[in-house]
C-alpha cells in the first residue's frame, strides 16, 4: 500500500470515529408508529463475510473501497470480488440464524444490501431509522458512511435529508453479532445470539419543523397532565397545539429557543390498570406536522413492603418471556407471534410480564400495554460484563436512555431494570448505582428493579442481603430451589428474612421439563417433576409476607446454545411451561390455578 492510500484509510476510519460520537448523542424520534413512512423491510441481498474482507484490506486497515461502495464491473477486465444482487437474500425483519442451516451458529459479519426508489421532498426531513439490529451495525446509504450503532436490541437513526435519489438508492449495513468480553450483553449468556437486522426498517419523512418527541403523564398526586414536547427546527412565533378530546383538554405550548416546552393542566382521567386498561388518544400538532398517539394515565410507587398501582396494592401476577417466535422458533418478527405469547401470558392469568433479558420491540411493548399486562423492562446487563470497564458502562448507560426514551409514554411499563443475576463485587456496585441513578433522573415516574441471585442464611433461611437491594425501589430475586439447589420437597420450608424496607418480586423460580416427557415426580426432565417443583415454590412463596410479585422461568421454550443434552434439550432452554410447537405443560395448570385464586 503507497503512503497516499494509507493517509486516506487513517483518515476514512478517523472520520467515522467521529461520525459515531456524534451519533450516539442523537435523539430518537419518539412514536415512530404514527409517522409517514415507508418500509424497508422484506428482501435484502447478504454477503456473509467471516474475515471481514469487506471491511479490511489485507493489512488490516479500513478500506475506502470496501463492500459498502456496491460496486459494478464496468469493463471485462475490472477486479470486483463481489457482487450483491448475485448472492443470496435474507428476509428483514428476521435473524439469519433460522433462515439458512448454515446460519444456524454463525458469528461474526454479514452485509445487507437494500436498493429502492424514493421520491425527495426539499420542503421535508428524511429520518433513517432502525428498530434493531444484532449487535453492531456499521450504515452506509449510497456509498456514504451515516454511522454505527451498538447494542443489539434497541433503536437508533440517521438524518438522511439531502442524501436520497429518486432512482436506485442502495442502503448498505455491515452486522455483526460477534460476542464481546466488554459488550454489553458479554460473551456468557443464556439466549441465543441472534444475528441480523432483525427488526423493522423505515424512511420516516417529516416536515422540515416537526415534533421530535414528548413526554405526557399523570401526576403523582392524579389531579393534572403534565409533561414535555420538543420540537426540531422551530421557530419562536409556532406555538405547540396538544389536545385530549376525551379530556376536553386542549393546550397552546410555546417552545423555548430549544424546541422545549413543558406543560401541567388540571384533569382527572380514568386510569390504567390491568383491569380497565384505558388510554386516551393524544393528538399534537406543529405547523405542518401532526401527530397522535394513545397514552394511558396510572401512578406506580412503593410504600413499605408495598407496591401501590394508583395508590392501591396490587400483587404482580406475572411471568418472564423471551422475544422468541412461538412454532418457528428464531426471533419475533411478526404481530401475530407477539399476540400469541402475550396471549398466553393472559390465559395463564398473568397481569405483568417481565420482558427479559433485553428491550423486547416497541410493538411488543404497546401490545402488551393495551391488553392490560404491566411490564418490567430490563436491558442486558447480564451475568458478568466488564463491571470495571468505563466502555461497557457507556454501553449499558445507551442502552439504558434508548429503552427509556423509546417506551417513557407506555403507561404498561411500571419497572425498569438494570441487571440480572450479577455477581457482588464494589466494581458492580458503582457500575449499577450508576446506572440506577440515571434511570431516576431521566424517569422519576417508574420504579427502579434489579434480579439478584445472592441470599446468604442457613437452616432453611434465605436473608435478601445483596447491597444493590438498598439503591432499587422493588428488590427482584432469583431462585431455582429444586432445580438447582435442594430438593423440591424441601422448598416448602424454607423462609425469607428481608434486611431492606422494600417490596419484593420473586424474579425467576422453575425447572424444566421436555413437553409430553412423564413419569414420576422425582424423575428430572419429566412435567411431573417441574409440576412438582412449582407446587413445593408456591407454598414457599405464599410464606413471604414482604413478596408482592412472581415471575417464574419461563412462559415458553427458548433456544440457547448452552442447552446440549440430546433428546431433551437439543439446543432448547427447557424451563418453560409451553413448549416452543405450543403444547402447555402440566406447571402451565398449576400457576394458572395459583394465579386465578390469588387476589
Known amino acids: 500500500?503507497?503512503?497516499?492510500?494509507?493517509?486516506?484509510?487513517?483518515?476514512?476510519?478517523?472520520?467515522?470515529?467521529?461520525?459515531?460520537?456524534?451519533?450516539?448523542?442523537?435523539?430518537?424520534?419518539?412514536?415512530?408508529?404514527?409517522?409517514?413512512?415507508?418500509?424497508?423491510?422484506?428482501?435484502?441481498?447478504?454477503?456473509?463475510?467471516?474475515?471481514?474482507?469487506?471491511?479490511?484490506?489485507?493489512?488490516?486497515?479500513?478500506?475506502?473501497?470496501?463492500?459498502?461502495?456496491?460496486?459494478?464491473?464496468k469493463s471485462p477486465s475490472d477486479l470486483i470480488e463481489y457482487d450483491f444482487d448475485t448472492d443470496v437474500s435474507l428476509q428483514v425483519p428476521g435473524d439469519w440464524n433460522t433462515q439458512g442451516d448454515k446460519y444456524y451458529y454463525y458469528e461474526g459479519t454479514i452485509w445487507y444490501k437494500k436498493s429502492f426508489d424514493y421520491q425527495p421532498d426539499n420542503k421535508k426531513t428524511d429520518i433513517l431509522y432502525f428498530e434493531a439490529v444484532n449487535y453492531e451495525a456499521k450504515v452506509y446509504l449510497n456509498g456514504e458512511y451515516l454511522g454505527e450503532h451498538q447494542g443489539g436490541y434497541t433503536p437508533f437513526q440517521f438524518d438522511v435529508t439531502d442524501k436520497l435519489m429518486e432512482k436506485n438508492n442502495f442502503l448498505v449495513v455491515k452486522v455483526d453479532n460477534k460476542r464481546l468480553k466488554d459488550a454489553v450483553p458479554t460473551v456468557n449468556s443464556d439466549w441465543w445470539n441472534y444475528g441480523g437486522i432483525t427488526?423493522?426498517?423505515?424512511?420516516?419523512?417529516?416536515?422540515?419543523?416537526?415534533?421530535?418527541?414528548?413526554?405526557?403523564?399523570?401526576?403523582?398526586?392524579?389531579?393534572?397532565?403534565?409533561?414535555?414536547?420538543?420540537?426540531?427546527?422551530?421557530?419562536?412565533k409556532d406555538k405547540i397545539s396538544l389536545a385530549?378530546?376525551?379530556?376536553?383538554?386542549?393546550?397552546?405550548?410555546?417552545?423555548?429557543?430549544?424546541?422545549?416546552?413543558?406543560?401541567?393542566?388540571?384533569?382527572?382521567?380514568?386510569?390504567?390498570?390491568?383491569?380497565?386498561?384505558?388510554?386516551y388518544r393524544v393528538e399534537m400538532a406543529y405547523k405542518n406536522d401532526k401527530l397522535i398517539d394513545s397514552i394511558g394515565f396510572r401512578t406506580i410507587e412503593t410504600k413499605g413492603f408495598d407496591i401501590l398501582l394508583n395508590g392501591r396494592s396490587?400483587?404482580?401476577?406475572?411471568?418472564?418471556?423471551?422475544?422468541?417466535?412461538?412454532?418457528?422458533?428464531g426471533r419475533v418478527t411478526t404481530e401475530e407471534e407477539i399476540l400469541t405469547l402475550l396471549s398466553w401470558a393472559k390465559?395463564?392469568?398473568?397481569?405483568?410480564?417481565?420482558?427479559?433479558?433485553?428491550?423486547?420491540?416497541?410493538?411488543?411493548?404497546?401490545?402488551?400495554?393495551r391488553l392490560g399486562l404491566m411490564i418490567w423492562s430490563e436491558i442486558p446487563v447480564y451475568w458478568t460484563v466488564s463491571f470495571g470497564n468505563q466502555g461497557?458502562?457507556?454501553?449499558?448507560?445507551?442502552?439504558?436512555?434508548?429503552?427509556?426514551?423509546?417506551?417513557?409514554?407506555?403507561?404498561?411499563?411500571?419497572?425498569?431494570?438494570?441487571?440480572?443475576?450479577?455477581?457482588?463485587?464494589?466494581?458492580?456496585?458503582?457500575?449499577?448505582?450508576?446506572?440506577?441513578?440515571?434511570?431516576?433522573?431521566?424517569?422519576?415516574?417508574?420504579?427502579?428493579?434489579?434480579?439478584?441471585?445472592?441470599?446468604?442464611?442457613?437452616?432453611?433461611?434465605?436473608?435478601?442481603?445483596?447491597?444493590?437491594?438498598?439503591?432499587?425501589?422493588?428488590?427482584?430475586?432469583?431462585?431455582?430451589?429444586?432445580?438447582?439447589?435442594?430438593?423440591?420437597?424441601?422448598?416448602?420450608?424454607?423462609?425469607?428474612?428481608?434486611?431492606?424496607?422494600?417490596?419484593?418480586?420473586?424474579?425467576?423460580?422453575?425447572?424444566?421439563?421436555?413437553?409430553?416427557?412423564?413419569?414420576?415426580?422425582?424423575?428430572?426432565?419429566?412435567?411431573?417433576?417441574?409440576?412438582?417443583?412449582?407446587?413445593?415454590?408456591?407454598?414457599?412463596?405464599?410464606q413471604i409476607d414482604f413478596l408482592r410479585g412472581v415471575t417464574p422461568w419461563i412462559l415458553m421454550d427458548f433456544r440457547s446454545a448452552r442447552r446440549h443434552l440430546k433428546e431433551i434439550q437439543m439446543d432448547f432452554n427447557r424451563k418453560g411451561l409451553i413448549s416452543e410447537q405450543g403444547k402447555k405443560k402440566k406447571a402451565f395448570y398449576t400457576l394458572r390455578d395459583y394465579y386465578l385464586n390469588k387476589e
Open 1 to 73: 500500500m503507497n503512503n497516499k492510500s494509507l493517509l486516506l484509510g487513517l483518515m476514512t476510519f478517523v472520520f467515522q470515529l467521529g461520525m459515531v460520537q456524534a451519533q450516539s448523542e442523537a435523539d430518537l424520534l419518539q412514536n415512530i408508529q404514527n409517522r409517514d413512512k415507508m418500509s424497508l423491510d422484506g428482501e435484502w441481498k447478504i454477503i456473509v463475510d467471516p474475515l471481514e474482507n469487506g471491511y479490511y484490506n489485507h493489512r488490516y486497515q479500513p478500506r475506502d473501497d470496501g463492500y459498502f461502495k456496491n460496486q459494478k464491473m
Open 199 to 236: 427488526r423493522s426498517v423505515h424512511l420516516i419523512q417529516l416536515p422540515k419543523a416537526y415534533i421530535k418527541d414528548f413526554s405526557i403523564q399523570l401526576s403523582k398526586d392524579r389531579k393534572s397532565i403534565k409533561g414535555e414536547v420538543w420540537v426540531e427546527n422551530n421557530d419562536v
Open 244 to 279: 385530549i378530546p376525551e379530556l376536553d383538554l386542549t393546550i397552546d405550548l410555546q417552545p423555548d429557543n430549544s424546541g422545549k416546552a413543558i406543560f401541567e393542566q388540571k384533569a382527572t382521567p380514568e386510569l390504567w390498570s390491568p383491569v380497565y386498561p384505558k388510554r
Open 314 to 329: 396490587v400483587f404482580l401476577k406475572g411471568i418472564c418471556i423471551h422475544e422468541e417466535a412461538p412454532y418457528k422458533t
Open 347 to 369: 390465559e395463564l392469568g398473568c397481569n405483568f410480564v417481565r420482558l427479559a433479558h433485553y428491550p423486547h420491540s416497541e410493538k411488543m411493548v404497546r401490545e402488551a400495554e
Open 392 to 542: 461497557t458502562y457507556d454501553l449499558a448507560l445507551q442502552q439504558l436512555m434508548e429503552m427509556i426514551s423509546r417506551d417513557k409514554n407506555r403507561a404498561g411499563v411500571i419497572l425498569w431494570s438494570v441487571a440480572n443475576e450479577t455477581p457482588m463485587s464494589e466494581d458492580r456496585n458503582i457500575f449499577l448505582r450508576k446506572l440506577i441513578a440515571e434511570a431516576r433522573a431521566t424517569d422519576p415516574s417508574r420504579l427502579i428493579t434489579a434480579a439478584l441471585d445472592t441470599q446468604s442464611g442457613e437452616d432453611n433461611v434465605k436473608v435478601i442481603d445483596d447491597p444493590l437491594a438498598e439503591a432499587v425501589d422493588v428488590i427482584g430475586i432469583n431462585s431455582y430451589c429444586g432445580w438447582y439447589a435442594g430438593s423440591p420437597e424441601s422448598c416448602s420450608g424454607i423462609k425469607w428474612k428481608n434486611l431492606y424496607e422494600k417490596p419484593m418480586i420473586m424474579s425467576e423460580v422453575g425447572a424444566g421439563a421436555l413437553e409430553g416427557l412423564h413419569g414420576s415426580k422425582e424423575e428430572r426432565w419429566t412435567e411431573e417433576y417441574q409440576d412438582y417443583v412449582y407446587q413445593t415454590n408456591l407454598q414457599m412463596i405464599d
